[in-house]
């Protein structure tokens, strides 16, 4: 068998194929590259004008979900949607539940600082105006007006009552008294009963009387005094109104399109004459609250509190990094004075679903479902289509805490969430009102195909990274040694990972070494050099697997020939940084039922992958061998020098040549290696981790004494086009210093690492005598012969069988 040509163990970036000399030729994409069916998806939902069409983004960490997102709302946000200003204002009726007002952009912030203006205004005018004397003089024209109109009325009742020889009498604010007289004097208890029963009757009569009369006389004089009231609140809304009537006036001009405003102005007119002591009095709590809430000293009553501010009709696009519960939806702050706590509607804060309001909001899946009663307040939010804000106090506790309820914020946002699919199935299976709120998926791809034109693209993707990340350009060789690095990471000669950020770090770290060698240009000695530094600093775990091969203490051989034992190959990853080990298969035979016992799994150390690629093989060795008779050879197979745990059937094609090399005893070519996984049909499936298998056999062989030039590696056909070699492994290759062989089927590789054809059956299922499968045929059938022998020996020896 021939062993691989050089180009199909490498596939090199030609660079006749790449029309620019670097990368500042290039125009940098304006898109994510090879996403087009998240795109799509993306496009889709927000064209969507119904609700339930929200984006979850699917696809492992850093193939550029978030930046593809933000580049195509950046480019494609519908710009007739009208976006608008959020505000909440004192309820003058009910201070629980403050009002919303929605303005259109910009305007919020114009209101807040219209009622500033006003109120500042009139913080100096008012205790102006009615500290000045002729508003002193008017009150206490009505003051003095209403009090003659009393004392007259009490009057009359006092000169009736001395006609009587009785005296009316002030005994407290309000109280009165008649008492009867005995000349200047108040008749004592002792006078009034010296006196006649006549004239105790005749007193008692009169002042009965009298009092009728006071009562008249109290109850209009209540009447005044409600009178007097309303005429000084007349008199106080004359005056405020003189002040201010015209201001509020211009502002219900000015927003007269908007009602609810309007609305608002007429309340805080009305609201400004019962309460004209805050303008008056030095309020010291307000004074407190306002200090400790970083608010200017105004009327908080009338300030207005604006709780979303958008640009003009800009579509906001809101990146929640953080979505705690109050982060997201709001929450209403405390401010404490003198022990006691206080809030109102000014210390009402926004959430990011509040600003992202009429837009979009962005936020990673995982960290939003970590939160504590996020997930449920974002479905009750999308599904009732409102924003309330509730402290997570309330949430949390039974307790009834006095707070304030504000009305809920209409909710219009399309929500982009980002994780990964094991995420998205959990949520599909265990939430079953997920997939009602998040009707889209955007499948992000890991790779795309290599085409002359998509390396083209590539290469101006790899330009509109240079430029976004402030890099030096690329070189044409520059951009052709990342090319084959992506399609190596793809493990595909055809293919070109769409890992942005992988590729983004190679660009920054080749950028260093640019940098650091004084180049004007990356080129691809730089592009060598990062990726050769991001080698090294993560392969200390692998050069203690190195020295174990190079001092002995791990058993391998990579020349001669033994028996049963071969060179199989597996992956180890140690944190995102994979390598390729030589591990020792062995197979021993013994007399038995024909069974392959499989010592890794007996011991708990194989996994169900590996455990089931046994078995295929075990039933492949039936089916050759064990057709019509039983067979009595049994075999056991392990990985030596094993201490952790087996896993995955790409040994099973090693383990299987093993035991045909024990069942045979046809020797194995200890300088090939093999991986590869093998069917019940004998055909050779494609394994994983091939680039890195063969270059770590080829160190293995460096290792124990350097190249013979009779070395290689055996892997499946179906794996050549995942070859991407390292350079040094191909440069021996070309010397003629180590080879790859690609095998479909179990006979193409027994017969290349036992140096004997395999064999193959004729009409009667015998095989060649000198093939190897022949050779096993023989044995197992002078194994057959003796057991029947035996059996016949046992019948004689017992008579009474017969």
């Not at 809920?408 to 990964?420: C, E, M, R």
């Amino acid at each position: 068998m021939k062993s691989l040509p050089l180009h199909q163990l490498y596939k090199a970036c030609v660079l006749k194929d790449l029309p620019f000399k670097t990368t500042r030729q290039l125009e940098p994409l304006a898109e994510i590259v090879g996403q087009n069916r998240a795109q799509e998806a993306v496009r889709f939902a927000l064209a969507m004008p119904h609700g339930g069409y929200n984006v979850y983004a699917v696809g492992r960490n850093g193939l550029g979900k978030r930046t593809m997102m933000l580049r195509y709302l950046e480019h494609h946000v519908d710009t007739d949607q009208q976006s608008h200003d959020w505000c909440y204002v004192a309820n003058f009726e009910e201070p629980r539940i403050p009002r919303l007002l929605q303005l259109p952009a910009g305007k919020g912030t114009e209101l807040k600082q219209d009622m500033e203006k006003l109120m500042s205004r009139l913080v100096k005018v008012v205790p102006q105006t009615f500290d000045s004397d002729s508003f002193l003089e008017r009150s206490e024209q009505l003051k003095n007006e209403y009090g003659k109109k009393q004392e007259d009325e009490l009057e009359k009742v006092a000169a009736q009552a001395r006609r009587k020889k009785v005296s009316l009498t002030v005994t407290t604010p309000g109280g009165y008294r008649l008492v009867a007289m005995n000349g200047d004097e108040p008749h004592t208890a002792e006078s009034f009963q010296a006196l006649s029963e006549e004239q105790r009757d005749k007193f008692e009569d009169s002042i009965n009387k009298l009092e009728k009369k006071l009562r008249q006389a109290l109850r209009k004089l209540a009447d005044w005094e409600q009178e007097y009231a309303e005429k000084q609140q007349a008199l106080n809304q004359e005056t405020l109104e003189s002040i201010s009537g015209h201001q509020i006036d211009e502002l219900i001009e000015k927003y007269r399109d908007l009602p609810d405003v309007v609305a608002y102005f007429e309340a805080v007119r009305a609201d400004m004459v019962e309460n004209l002591d805050i303008f008056l009095d030095d309020n010291e709590e307000q004074a407190a609250i306002a200090y400790a809430s970083l608010d200017k000293k105004m009327p908080r009553r009338y300030l207005v509190n604006v709780l979303v501010h958008q640009k003009t009709n800009e579509v906001p696009v809101v990146v929640e990094d953080n979505p705690t519960y109050h982060n997201l939806f709001g929450y209403v702050e405390n401010v404490t004075y003198k022990g006691t706590v206080f809030t109102d509607f000014s210390l009402i804060r926004p959430g990011s679903l509040h600003r992202a309001n009429g837009g979009y909001l962005l936020m990673d899946a995982i960290k939003v479902l970590e939160q504590p009663f996020v997930w449920d307040g974002l479905k009750r939010a999308l599904r009732s289509r409102s924003i309330q804000i509730n402290s997570l106090e309330r949430e949390m506790t039974l307790s009834g805490t006095i707070s304030i309820e504000p009305e809920s914020v209409p909710l219009d946002v399309k929500i982009v969430l980002f994780g990964d699919r094991e995420t998205w199935m959990l949520l599909q299976e265990y939430d079953s009102e997920f997939a009602e709120l998040f009707r889209v998926t955007a499948d992000f791809e890991n790779e795309m195909y290599r085409s002359d034109d998509s390396q083209l693209l590539y290469a101006k993707f790899i330009a509109s990274l240079v430029s976004e990340k402030k890099l030096l350009h690329c070189s044409n060789k520059a951009v052709a040694r990342v090319i084959e690095h992506s399609a190596r990471m793809a493990e595909h000669q055809d293919r070109l990972s769409l890992h942005a950020a992988d590729i983004a770090n190679l660009l920054r770290e080749s950028d260093f070494w640019a940098r650091q060698a004084g180049a004007k240009l990356i080129q691809d000695t730089h592009v060598e050099r990062a990726l050769e530094s991001a080698r090294y600093r993560s392969s200390r775990i692998r050069d203690q697997f190195y020295n174990s091969i190079r001092d002995g203490s791990t058993l391998v051989s990579t020349t001669g020939k033994c028996i049963g034992q071969v060179n199989a190959l597996s992956v180890l990853s140690t944190g995102g940084f994979e390598f390729g080990l030589s591990n020792r298969v062995t197979a021993t035979c013994y007399y038995g039922d024909g069974a392959v016992m499989d010592i890794e799994r007996d011991v708990k150390l194989g996994g169900n992958l590996h455990s089931k690629g046994i078995m295929i093989l075990s039933s492949w060795l039936s089916s050759h061998f064990a057709v019509t008779d039983p067979m009595h050879l049994s075999a056991s197979l392990t990985f030596e020098q094993n201490y952790g745990e087996v896993d995955g059937d790409s040994a099973s094609l090693a383990e299987l040549c093993a035991l045909i090399s024990a069942l045979s005893g046809v020797p194995v070519r200890q300088d090939l290696a093999i991986t590869g996984s093998v069917n019940q049909f004998g055909e050779v499936q494609p394994i994983g981790g091939v680039n890195e298998k063969v270059e770590g056999f080829f160190t293995t062989c460096q290792l124990k004494g350097g190249l013979s030039g009779t070395q290689g590696v055996i892997v499946p056909t179906t794996n050549v086009q995942n070859l991407m070699l390292d350079s040094e492994v191909v440069q021996a290759v070309r010397e003629g210093r180590f080879a790859v062989y690609a095998v479909s089927r179990v006979e193409e590789a027994v017969t290349l690492l036992l140096g004997k054809p395999a064999g193959k059956a004729d009409d009667k299922g015998r095989y060649p005598k000198q093939s190897v499968f022949g050779i096993i045929q023989q044995r197992l059938e002078k194994m057959r012969e003796h057991e029947r022998q035996e059996h016949a020996r046992d019948d004689h020896k017992d008579p009474s069988i017969h």
